[in-house]
């Protein structure tokens, strides 16, 4: 299935308080370089992923999706960063990213800068590399209910994921996306806990 990396994301105004201790964690709302767009980075199902939480014009459409069934799908919401695994002895995962700009996959990497900076870099093939910087807009995200009942000791199988549906209770929180809760949708959050987007919660099964 292709999966597309949406470049370009922005939300009004940063995120502060972050910490020195947060320096590895790539987890969180990311704003992509071109600033049209965040990134919601979290861990589900062992892998680092990434889908689209915000968008600064409403309604996007995967239309450079080589896929023609794909090409109408809404970009908000859809996965970008595919599967990214830990390196051994970095602080760097590897895995996909597809960039709904060309719609061609490359094979990327993740790599926290400080607190409050992300690298991607991909490349095709081995070669013809690029990359950018996103910046942190959103905290770490916790480790997500429906990936911690994909890890075997389900102790409450079934009950987590229903909980997410609880969440119209935190539409009052605050405007910015990064301020709900992961899991949880409202209207200033309509994507929630990206571990539950079909295409991430399918990948592993």
Known sequence: MRLALYTGIILAGGYAGLTPALAADPTGDWRVADGVANIR?????GSMWGAVSWEKRP????ENNPD????????????TLINMKKTAGAEQ????????????MYSATITPVGTDQLEIKGCV?????GGETWTRVGPPIPLSTANAMAKATPKTTGAAPKAAPAAPA????????????????????PVGDICLLPEIAGFAH
């Open 93 to 104: 995962w590897e895995g996909q990213v597809y960039n709904a700009k060309d719609g061609q």
């Open 125 to 129: 093939l081995g070669f013809l590399c």
């Open 41 to 45: 980075v979290a861990q589900c199902n």
């Open 170 to 189: 935190a539409a009052a929180a605050p405007k910015s996306a990064a301020a709900a809760k992961p899991g949880q949708k409202g209207a200033a959050d």
């Open 68 to 79: 023609v069934s794909k090409k109408n799908r809404p970009t908000l919401g859809m996965a």
């Open 59 to 62: 309604g996007g459409r995967d």
